[in-house]
Nanobody, 116 residues
Framework: QVQFVESGGGLVQPGGSLRLSCTAS????????MGWYRQAPGERRELVAA???????NYADSVKGRFTISRDNAQNTVYLQMNSLKPEDTAVYYC??????????WGQGTQVTVSS
């Protein structure tokens, strides 16, 4: 089993910034990919950004140029720096981990609200 500690969500005005962090821990596992997904009310969960152990990244088109994903492999921690936030970025953001064996785990989610 994998445990998650997520932090950094909250309320921010349009144009503002937030930084999410997520640390994964477990008895014995090797992580291949860490990422962030989000789900707005009534919408499907969607990929925001992901990063491999080697540092390769993938972003949703809607966040390119505004969000930056980074990772501390030694600490099994992934970060999401979110700048120039828009109301349409409002959602619950979920940390996601895929192990080298292909198992997928989800964090509990953290709310991000962008509103004036």
């Amino acid at each position: 089993q994998v445990q998650f500690v997520e932090s950094g969500g909250g309320l921010v005005q349009p144009g503002g910034s937030l930084r999410l962090s997520c640390t994964a821990s477990g008895r014995s596992f090797s992580i291949a990919v860490m990422g962030w997904y989000r789900q707005a009310p009534g919408e499907r969960r969607e990929l925001v950004a992901a990063i491999t152990t080697g540092g390769s990244t993938n972003y949703a088109d809607s966040v390119k140029g505004r969000f930056t994903i980074s990772r501390d492999n030694a600490q099994n921690t992934v970060y999401l720096q979110m700048n120039s936030l828009k109301p349409e970025d409002t959602a619950v953001y979920y940390c996601n981990v895929r192990t080298t064996f292909g198992l997928v785990y989800w964090g509990q989610g953290t709310q991000v609200t962008v509103s004036s």
